[in-house]
């Protein structure tokens, strides 16, 4: 699938905002790459604030929820 080989492709080094850019169907994201502040109580959906919390820096996951599928990588 597409999200399989986009993962591929950032673990093998691929630059993340160049391929959120190209790839990404959120209309916020695929314009500005600017990353979200994730905290346990922000306004973001369960399964993207668990995965973004979770992950160690500079880490990859995938989670789905009712918006689709979420690349995250946690930069901080």
Known sequence: ????AL?????????FDALMKSHSEDPGSATTARPYTVTPDAQLVIEFR??????????IGV??????????????
């Open 63 to 76: 989670c789905q929820s009712d918006f689709g599928f979420h690349i995250i990588k946690r930069i901080q």
């Open 50 to 59: 668990q995965l973004s919390l979770r992950l160690k820096v500079d880490e």
């Open 7 to 15: 993962v591929g492709q950032l673990k093998a080094g691929g630059d």
């Open 1 to 4: 699938t597409e999200v399989k």
